[in-house]
């Protein structure tokens, strides 16, 4: 069955720490995964995307990474700022352009 | 801005009803996506629309439909309304057809009592 799931479901970290949050996928045939920021009562906004062939990516301070081998995916946060405060998605897509969105993670950045 | 225009940001309506959300999609896009997103859970693809034409189809309700324009903004109607339809209703839309970092917008929030 194809699946996207995302860890922790929360996190709070205090405001300059680093955080990493995880994304597992069970999708066959892989085309790219996409990390999403979702501010509350906003739309998704595209951070990074990345396709069988790129390892890694980054965005100021986030930085994503990918290993096609385990299927796995993190995005790590350099230098958290309280404007970090929201929900991360992690999208993956079919090569028949199937998409599957994961749950998020909901990251809490306290001053 | 992502560019990707929803109306109205608000609605509340009652069960059996029926309602349309707008959305028009960033200037040069002709795909056009809907979402829908219920509390504590992720964003579920409903269907997508490009230049015109139905392209994909996720789990959308038959009580659901969608169209878009020659304009190429697109409707979504919700019919005989349920508690359930109770969600946040996203538009996303794409240059192309495939898939493509997708620009949304900020969604309407559907109340229904």
């Known amino acids: 069955k194809n699946q996207v799931e995302q860890s922790p479901q929360s996190l709070i970290i205090l405001e300059g720490k680093n955080c990493t949050l995880q994304?597992?996928?069970?999708?066959?045939?892989?085309?790219?995964l996409r990390w999403y920021k979702q501010d509350t009562g906003r739309g998704p906004v595209s951070l990074t995307i990345?396709?069988?062939?790129?390892n890694t990516k980054s965005n100021g301070r986030y930085t994503a990474t990918l290993d096609a081998d385990t299927k796995q995916s993190s995005l790590h946060i350099t230098a958290s700022q309280l404007s970090d405060s929201a929900s991360y998605i992690c999208?993956?897509?079919?090569?028949?352009?199937?998409?599957?969105f994961g749950k998020g993670t909901r990251l809490h950045i306290l001053p | 801005d992502s560019g990707v225009t929803q109306t109205p940001k608000h609605l509340i309506t009652a069960t059996g009803q029926r309602v349309t959300l707008r959305c028009s999609p960033r200037s040069g896009d002709l795909s056009v996506y809907w979402y829908q997103q219920s509390l504590d859970q992720g964003l579920q693809f409903l269907i997508q629309?490009?230049?015109?034409?139905?392209?994909a189809k996720g789990n959308i309700l038959e009580r659901f439909s969608a169209q878009q324009f020659p304009d190429l903004h697109s409707e979504l109607n919700l019919s005989s309304l349920e508690l359930g339809d109770s969600a946040l209703y996203f538009c996303?839309?794409?240059?192309?057809?495939?898939?493509?970092?997708?620009?949304f917008g900020d969604g309407t929030r559907l109340s229904i009592l």
């Open positions: 994304c597992n996928y069970t999708v066959s045939p892989f085309s790219n």
């Open positions: 990345m396709t069988f062939s790129e």
């Open positions: 629309y490009y230049n015109g034409e139905e392209r």
């Open positions: 996303a839309s794409n240059e192309g057809a495939g898939d493509q970092p997708q620009h």
């Open positions: 999208v993956v897509s079919f090569r028949d352009d199937k998409i599957i």
